[in-house]
């Protein structure tokens, strides 16, 4: 038995990387996948993947810190499907730097992007799970959210914001029959950490009791159980998938 057969799930930033690594894990076990990323010719390849998957497949060109375009883009979801009943909140971006030179422009595209685009999609998504009075969101933080990290005061704002959102969104649905949780990746081999110096990445290496990089099919592990049954009493937490490395 498919663990989300006939479940209907939006996967933000699934174009690549982690949320790519959650949109094939839903599709492998019975789920129709919306996928989204910022470039068209980026999304429809991976529509058709999920296609080949034997489940249906939508693809959307948008910018999660748009508002207007993410609820146009849930309400044809659930104009399609007939139901919305999984919201990952994946997409996310770095600008990294000391603060000194830290631009007000950084700062604010990484918030937009990351803390705001999380808002919208949950904004656009719960009332259609109020209604259904069921719903499942998991919103993609980072062990940097919960420890900071020299030269991500953005990042560790947007990723800190996203854990307190997720309490407070737990809370206000918690008796309407939805669960709202968040997973704190580590350090996952993907586009985003390809960009980091291989000095660095020895560094934090170091830092990673279980000495290896994570991959997205360990944060999809974990998202296929936070958007499973098996998690149905449990909300507003946030489960650390990093190797271990939050303990250091
Ligand atoms: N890779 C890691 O080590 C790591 C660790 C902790 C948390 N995370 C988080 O996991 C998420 C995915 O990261 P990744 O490593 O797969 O990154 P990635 O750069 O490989 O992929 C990011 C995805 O988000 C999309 N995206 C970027 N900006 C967007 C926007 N404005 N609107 C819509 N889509 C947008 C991209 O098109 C792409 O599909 C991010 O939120 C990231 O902060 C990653």
Redesign the pocket.
Known sequence: MKRLSGKNAII??????????IALRFAEEGANVCI????IE?VEPVVKEIEALGVRALGF??????YKAVEEMTAKVKEAWGSLDILV??????KDNLILRMTPEDFDAVI???LK?VFNGMKAAVPIMMKQRSGKIIN?????GLTGNAGQAN?AA??AGIIGMTKSIAKEFAARGMQVNA????????????KVPDNIKEEILKMVPMKR??Q?ED?AKAALFLASGDSDYITGQTLVV?GGMVMS
């Open positions: 933000t930033g699934s174009t690549r990387g982690i949320g790519k690594g989204t990323g910022t470039k980026t060109a948008l910018n999660v810190a748009d909140n994946n997409a996310g971006i770095t937009n992007i990351n685009g993609i933080s980072s062990v940097i990042y947007s990723k997973i704190a990746p580590g350090y996952i081999q993907t586009d985003m950490t390809d990089m994570g997205p944060i990093d």
